[in-house]
């Protein structure tokens, strides 16, 4: 464990830009400043930097976008601006990520209160030397991208320290204007934004800067994850606090190698149409969003600069890794749908004019380069990667498959999940994407996932999932589909219910719908799990209200073993609602209250 405030200062000032041998000096010269280990890991990230800077690095037009002229391959891949339909779906989605103030949370209100639920001592080791532990609670290091926004980055580093999982904080400074000191964001004893028990924040994590002479743009979250400490990375952008931290960690270490993200409710239903299946060749994939905040394993990390190294991307591509990294998994990304908390965004990339031209246009080559490697057909020109690089990409989809994943939004509270197996999307399944080069098209991709029973973008916005736990009983989550016998909804707690300080023997559930109460009361089952695989039902009285109802003296029994286990014991952390015949229409929650606890 490093000593509480320790930092140190790595300013990448002589950034090389030209031979092998300048790369190696650097290296060299890094490795002065760091361990053995870590040197080593660096080594391996400027060889990566390297092959970056020499890759294809012609004129370019704009950033991420290069002229038919010197590449004939992108004439596949360019966005066919003139046709209307899809000129007026990009101002349609622009308008709905200008909206995103629907999906926004008061940083006033919900952010100076905010501390992780989970013990420091889950993250302690009586040795001081990390080694991976036989623990799901494993600790993380955290990756801050910086642009232009050096208070953003404070405000992160600061909220950071308040979750004692986050054990190291590495900062790359992509502005080459401003050079950031470690001493800047060393923890001095209080919270800028109220005073909290000492106990209760992670004041013990090393910060690192990296002060880079050139703009990487989002290459450098890699490279700079494969020099954390620990086997896992957050990874995220300057310009969002992320008030879901615990709910995410509590899917990651359930999940840990898995990509596990989390957008607005706008952007998931249009995240929704960018999955990708097809059986025949071993695709599985889906893109998503990083910057407000992702778990991934370093490992996954390694994996992707060793495709982008065997890949002929020109330096433009590479820039925007994002929109390569979750698509070249070829697994589907855990995303929970839920409001966000952005910080200054005025210098943000996403405020570009032809943001939605190059996303597109990202998309399409990652997908055709992914398609070819994994079908065999279709040639990108100049060979989009060594040969055997099938092996590059994961053959086998992970699980839980993406049919048995049910947890939907965090909390705002962030002590819990909202989970239920009614999907109002499509499932990937349903949509193949195809082999052949000249039907690989995104746009096409979209049309057929829409022409499916996709819920409309203004039932999206008036009954989004994270809306039946955001402690706010105006707005409500609706099922979309009519739920049958044994489908379910419910929540996942952070932690044990007793590790939260709950007495929990009675549960509330609000609608404004007669028929949602009439379900509640007549026709659900309640359970309980410690693990979320073993269930044991519960028993109580009932009690129907005007706009709610209440379960009351609650218990709950394991009838296999015949042990009787109380809601309030220590090991209880899920909840589910289990339909026990199928209803007549779909359901609406607007919010829960489990004992003293408003969701």
Avoid at 135 to 149: D, E, Q
Wanted: with cysteine.
């Amino acid at each position: 464990m490093p000593l509480a405030g320790h930092s140190e200062i790595l300013p990448l000032h002589g950034h090389p830009d030209g031979s092998i041998g300048q790369w190696s000096a650097y290296a060299r010269n890094l490795a002065r400043r760091i361990t053995l280990s870590r040197a080593v890991v660096a080594f391996l990230t400027i060889l990566a930097l390297y092959v970056f800077a020499s890759s294809h690095s012609g004129g370019s037009d704009s950033l991420g976008t290069r002229s038919s002229i010197d590449n004939p391959s992108l004439a596949e891949l360019q966005i066919p601006s003139k046709d209307k339909k899809i000129r007026e779906e990009r101002e349609r989605m622009m308008l709905e990520w200008d909206s995103r103030s629907n999906y926004r949370t008061d940083l006033s209100e919900a952010g100076p209160g905010r501390i992780s639920s989970y013990p420091a001592h889950l993250f302690t080791s009586s040795s001081g030397d990390y080694s991976p532990s036989t623990s799901k609670y494993v600790p993380v290091t955290a990756v801050i991208l910086s642009w232009k926004r050096k208070g953003g980055v404070k405000a992160v580093v600061a909220h950071l320290r308040r979750y004692p999982f986050i054990q190291e904080i590495l900062i790359w400074n992509n502005n080459p204007e401003v050079v950031l000191k470690a001493s800047e964001f060393e923890f001095r004893g209080q919270m800028r934004d109220g005073v909290i028990n000492n106990t209760t924040l992670n004041t013990g994590p090393s910060v690192t800067v990296f002060n880079s002479v050139a703009n990487l743009h989002d290459f450098s979250k890699y490279t700079t994850c494969t020099l954390a400490k620990y086997d896992h990375c957050y990874i995220q952008d300057d310009d969002w606090i992320n008030l879901s931290l615990d709910s995410m960690y509590t899917v990651f270490v359930d999940h840990p190698s898995s990509l596990v993200t989390s957008t607005i409710p706008a952007m998931y239903a249009q995240q929704r149409t960018w999955m990708f299946q097809n059986r025949q060749i071993g695709l599985h994939t889906g893109f998503s969003w990083l910057g407000a905040g992702s778990f991934m394993p370093k490992k996954a990390v390694f994996k992707f600069l060793l495709q982008l190294g065997g890949s002929n991307l020109w330096k433009e591509r590479v820039q925007l890794s994002d929109l390569f990294f979750s698509l070249w998994r070829n697994q589907y990304p855990i995303v929970l749908s839920h409001a966000l908390a952005p910080l200054d965004q005025s210098s943000s990339w996403s405020g570009r004019i032809d943001q939605w031209s190059v996303v597109y246009e990202h998309m399409a080559d990652a997908m055709m380069r992914i398609t070819t490697v994994l079908s065999g057909v279709g040639i990108v020109q100049g060979s989009p990667h060594r040969v055997g690089a099938k092996s590059d990409f994961v053959a086998d989809e992970e699980t839980p498959l993406f049919k048995d994943r049910h947890t939907r939004s965090s909390c705002a509270n962030d002590k819990c999940l909202f989970q239920t197996d009614v999907d109002m999307f499509p499932a990937p399944e349903l949509v193949k994407w195809p082999a052949e080069p000249h039907n690989r098209d995104i746009h096409a991709h979209e049309a057929r996932f829409k022409a499916l029973d996709y819920p409309s973008a203004e039932f999206v916005a008036m009954h989004t999932y994270h809306y039946a736990v955001d402690q706010d009983l105006s707005t409500c989550w609706r099922s979309y589909l009519p739920l049958v016998k044994g489908q379910f909804f419910g929540v996942q707690f952070v932690l044990p219910l007793m590790d939260l300080r709950e007495n929990a023997k009675s549960v509330e559930i609000w609608s404004t719908l007669a028929s949602t109460l009439q379900v509640l009361e007549s026709n659900m089952i309640i359970k309980a799990s410690i693990n979320g695989d073993a269930w044991m039902t519960c028993s109580g009285t009932t009690e129907r209200t005007q706009g709610s109802v209440r379960f009351m003296d609650l218990s709950c029994t394991d009838t296999g073993k015949k042990v009787g286990i109380q809601l309030d014991t220590r090991g209880i952390q899920y909840l589910r609602f289990e339909m026990t015949e199928k209803v007549a229409s779909p359901i609406e929650i607007c919010g829960f209250r489990i004992g003293d606890m408003l969701l």
